[in-house]
């Protein structure tokens, strides 16, 4: 019997309830996490799947049609004293091309003759360069911090899925 999936998103309470959409002032820094389980199984991430959403054009030197961003996103997996384990953006992504640094493709859409909103997708996916992609252990997380002003935006998500690797059927 094959793992049962695990598909969460990014949110302020790390286990996909509270705040999902990370379109928020990060003048003080904000968190968002992917908690792994803490009953001493695991779980394997393969992908992140990104989605910026926005009501203006976006270009590549925009973050959604944000101006670039000062400080940037970043993405790190941390164990369960919040120490750094792994930083996924040694560049933090400060605006719309800088996810094709990390994530294969990356896509901006626009539907209709005259569009109200742009949307940004990026698959991200870590079983392209880590065997299976990326497990968390027991108190182990994803984790995003979003350091500026990303309130104009119309959402921000991000959703991992993977599955657990014990039988949870």
Known sequence: MANKPF??????NGDGTGTTNMGVDGG??????????TDGTSVRVHRLVVAVEDNAAMTNTTFG???TL??????EIVDSSDATMTDLTPITIKQNSDWGRYAYDVVVNEWGATPTNRYLGARWTFSKFVDGGVVLNDGEKLQ???????????GFTIVAEGEYLEQRY
């Open 7 to 12: 598909i969460q998103f990014f949110s302020s």
């Open 28 to 37: 003080t820094p904000q968190v968002f996490t992917v908690d792994g389980p």
């Open 65 to 67: 049609a944000v101006a």
């Open 144 to 154: 995003c911090t979003v350091s500026d002003n990303l309130s104009t935006l119309v």
């Open 70 to 75: 000062t400080n940037g996103v970043g993405l």
